[in-house]
């Protein structure tokens, strides 16, 4: 497993133990705006045409970054919920 990873898991499972019920809930609330969604779906666009400048490529890999993250709130969320 990477650093990453050992850094992700390490503070995912210290938000599990204090996390609410209510804060849960506000997790799992979480998403992109619809400007965020237009915005990826541009990206994706361009990536599929070949015309991505390297600024979008890292702004593509921020979204998917957050993305992710956003996935594993989400699921520490959802353990929460189902523990209470």
């Given at each position: 497993m990477s650093t990453t990873l050992n850094k992700e898991a390490d503070v995912l499972s210290r938000l599990e133990v204090s996390l609410t019920p209510e804060g849960a809930r506000d997790l799992l609330k979480i998403e992109f705006s619809?400007?965020?969604?237009?915005?990826?779906?541009?990206?994706l666009e361009k990536a599929n045409q070949g015309t991505r400048t390297p600024d979008e490529e890292r702004e593509a890999t921020d979204f998917e970054r957050l993305g992710h993250v956003f996935s594993m709130l989400k699921s520490v969320a959802r353990r929460t919920l189902k523990h209470t």
């Open positions: 619809s400007q965020d969604r237009e915005r990826m779906r541009e990206l």
